[in-house]
C-alpha cells in the first residue's frame, strides 16, 4: 500500500463532518482525540496506518496540502545527542 498524498487528501475530504475534524485533530496532534467515538476511530483506522506509516515528514505534507504546517520539531526530530547541547564551537 503505497501513501500517495493526493489520495490520502481525497480520502480526508470523503469523509464526513465530524470524521474530518478528527481526521484534522490526528494530522495536527499525531493522535486521535482521545474521545473520539469508536465509530469515527474504526472509520479513519485505515488512513491513520497510512499516514502513521508515513512518519510526521507525510504528516507535514498532508497539512502542507490543506495550506498548514507543523512546527519543525515534530517534523525533523533533533538529531544530536544530549551531551552535545552544551558544547561551544
Do not use: C, Y
Not at 495536527?28 to 476511530?41: M, S, Y
Not at 517534523?75 to 561551544?88: D, M, N, R, W
Amino acid at each position: 500500500m503505497t501513501n500517495n498524498i493526493q489520495e490520502l487528501v481525497n480520502q480526508f475530504h470523503s469523509f464526513r463532518p465530524n470524521s474530518q475534524a478528527h481526521a484534522d485533530f490526528f494530522l495536527r496532534n499525531g493522535r486521535l482525540h482521545p474521545e473520539a467515538h469508536w465509530v469515527i476511530q474504526e472509520r479513519l483506522a485505515k488512513w491513520v496506518r497510512r499516514v502513521e506509516a508515513g512518519g510526521p515528514a507525510l504528516r507535514a505534507k498532508i497539512l502542507q496540502a490543506f495550506g498548514l504546517t507543523l512546527e519543525a520539531e515534530e517534523v525533523f526530530p533533533q538529531e544530536f545527542p544530549a551531551e552535545l547541547e552544551g558544547a561551544t564551537r
